[in-house]
Nanobody, 122 residues
Framework: QAQLVESGGGLVQAGDSLRLSCTAP????????MAWFRQAPGKEREFLAG???????TVYADSVKGRFTISRDNTNTGYLDMVSLKPEDTAVYYC????????????????WGQGTQVTVSA
């Protein structure tokens, strides 16, 4: 059962921007680091970006550095802002959270959302 809820996915054209959101119904992100992953068909789930629990530290995968920005606000909502989207960004995007620092491994995260589809057409 998903403990987080993502939204904001959709069909866009190459070069467009999109903002994904992540909420945690019934819980707070306090003291949790959060991250965004994605999984394309036939591929493993990959780490994209992480935000430390103090919101002072960010980590990005090289594939999205400079194009994607992770953040969260004081309403317990996390975001992934994506610009200059490419067809190879097409995937299901997942929000995840863990107690402690940022990790880039799927197995290190205890809270997950159900995923939101992002499709980028050429």
């Amino acid at each position: 059962q998903a403990q987080l809820v993502e939204s904001g996915g959709g069909l866009v054209q190459a070069g467009d921007s999109l903002r994904l959101s992540c909420t945690a119904p019934g819980r707070t992100f306090n003291f949790y680091s959060m991250a965004w992953f994605r999984q394309a068909p036939g591929k493993e789930r990959e780490f994209l970006a992480g935000l430390g629990w103090r919101s002072e530290e960010t980590v990005y995968a090289d594939s999205v550095k400079g194009r994607f920005t992770i953040s969260r606000d004081n309403t317990n909502t996390g975001y992934l802002d994506m610009v200059s989207l490419k067809p190879e960004d097409t995937a299901v995007y997942y929000c995840a959270a863990r107690s402690g620092g940022i990790h880039d491994q799927v197995s290190d995260y205890t809270l997950w959302g159900q995923g939101t589809q992002v499709t980028v057409s050429a």
